[in-house]
């Protein structure tokens, strides 16, 4: 790729978050500096990149400085001005103030060098490690984000048939579209490249069914949410189930195969497996419990009515309670007053249950670890577990 091609694709996504002005003073090398200090979220994830020897905002950047990619970027500077989904996808590869983006590929890295080299491998795994992961588990990891970036790229597909006069010209609306559909296939297409490489049908296996199930939990997101914007008639466990498919699936699944590159045992590989699969849901709860918790959240900012705390709120004041309780909040007999709506399942027991559900999965996590070696990167991996604890 040429070097005139990269500068260009770099200032294009700056621009998309920065605007002119800032992106010109990173193109002429200035830096900004926050005055805030880091959060233990910002911590952790800092020191699990030490421990792995890989910066993961780096991770897919060969992809991403691709001339295809390069192409894709310059093209998405057409959308600025509009409110299309894209626009703040893009924004997300190029910044992230909770330092999740990466978050999957970093803990296949983490767990792989946990784990270390199979003991019992006959024959035993050829190629070095470096700094104690193997080269095929590295590639795995950025596989992993890949597919991350692909799906996210393709949610902001937009239903033309919903868009206002406030979203912007439907020419570009419409060519958004087009745009996030190209580039998320691309990233796949990267993906399952990437993915045959690997030479190893098991794990070939294991990934495609995580991509499976990550269509099959959209489907689920998309289907069941009504126009009423009432929230679904789903026990908690349904929605344990159907999160796991669209938020956990994919880490759970690569943790598993990173084992399986390294040719460790099935038990390890159970509990590479129930690691991901409880430090996604916890994950999940803690970011669904974000509105009730943020003093920024004061005002009436829309929410999730599908999210953990509200399921909760449904449960245990019932079903009937719960509706006739959005009734009362709703305004314009569309929109619920979000504020009044905020207080109503704080006073109640969802918020509570959510914070103890997320806990119990956390717990689950830290146990699965314990068929780990004691190392620095099993003492990291709790360390994320903790910080999705702290609120």
Known sequence: ??????????????????????????????????????????????????????????????????????NIALNVR??????????????????DNRNNLQLRGLVVLLISKAAGPSKTADPPMEGDLVSGIYPSQRNLAEITELIHAAFLVHRGIVNIMELTASHGPLKDMQFGNKMAVLSGDFLLANASTGLAQLQNTQVVELVSSAIGDLVQGVYYENSGFDEEKVTDDIPMTKWAKRTFLSHGALLAKCCQGAMQLAKHDTALQEMAFRYGKHMSLAHKLNSDLQPFLEEGFGVSVPFNLNSAPIILHQETSGRDTWINQLKQTKTNGKQPDYAKLRQIIKAGKGVSSAFELCRHHGNQALEALRSFPTSEARSTLENIIYAVHKF
Do not use: Q
């Not at 233990?40 to 990619?69: H, N, Q």
């Open 1 to 70: 790729m040429s070097a005139l091609n990269t500068s260009s694709l770099l200032l294009a996504l700056r621009r998309l978050k920065y605007g002119p002005t800032l992106a010109a003073a990173f193109n002429h090398g200035h830096s900004l500096h926050s005055t805030t200090s880091p959060s233990s979220w910002t911590k952790v994830v800092s020191e699990a990149e030490k421990i792995v020897g890989y910066p993961t905002s780096f991770m897919s950047l060969r992809c991403l400085l691709s001339d295809e990619l390069s």
């Open 78 to 95: 057409k959308l600025v001005g509009t409110k299309h989904p894209l626009i703040s996808t893009a924004r997300g590869f190029i910044y």
